[in-house]
């Protein structure tokens, strides 16, 4: 049985986080420069088993895509391309950043630390795959 591996993507910087094999707890992997996500995602699958990537699908408030959207598309893509096997899941993404930096202020994380945007990409990612892991619980 395997992780999941979540995926905040940013055009410059990209924040990942994973679960533990049972699937309950999300934390925070690693935040990189996105030409840097696939060849860690390599190297991490040598002695990771992970089966399912949870990408973050950003919208407004009003359910459009977002303008990144174009670029997840492509990134997307590649993945597939590197990792045919996987599955590939999207989930909304929509205030993440913003609960990112609250939890990192509630969490006590000085204000230098919380302008680290890469903590904050890494930090969205944990989110992100945590919503999911709570939608998916609480809905089969």
Same mark, same amino acid.
């Given at each position: ?7 905040? %993507?940013?055009? #410059?910087?990209?924040? =990942?986080?994973?679960?533990?094999? =049972? #699937?309950?707890? *999300? ?5 990189? !420069? ?7 995602? #390599?190297?991490? %699958? ?6 399912? %990537?949870?990408?973050?699908?950003? =919208?407004?408030?009003?359910? *459009? !895509? ?33 609960? *990112? ?7 006590? =994380? ?6 680290? #945007? ?23």
């Amino acid at each position: 049985m395997g992780s999941l591996v979540g995926i905040d %993507f940013g055009v #410059k910087r990209t924040g =990942l986080a994973c679960t533990d094999p =049972l #699937k309950i707890i *999300a934390s925070g992997l690693k935040n990189l !420069p996105t030409p840097e996500v696939i060849p860690f995602l #390599k190297k991490y %699958f040598e002695t990771e088993q992970v089966d399912v %990537f949870v990408v973050g699908k950003p =919208l407004q408030k009003d359910g *459009a !895509p977002s303008e990144v959207e174009v670029h997840i598309l492509k990134f997307i893509k590649k993945l597939q391309n590197h990792f045919p096997e996987m599955t590939i899941e999207r989930y909304d993404e929509r205030y993440t950043t913003k609960m *990112a930096v609250q939890s990192m202020i509630d969490g006590g =994380l000085t204000k230098k630390k919380r302008a680290d #945007k890469g903590m904050i990409d890494q930090v969205s990612a944990t989110l992100i795959l945590q919503s999911y892991l709570d939608y998916k619980t609480n809905t089969l």
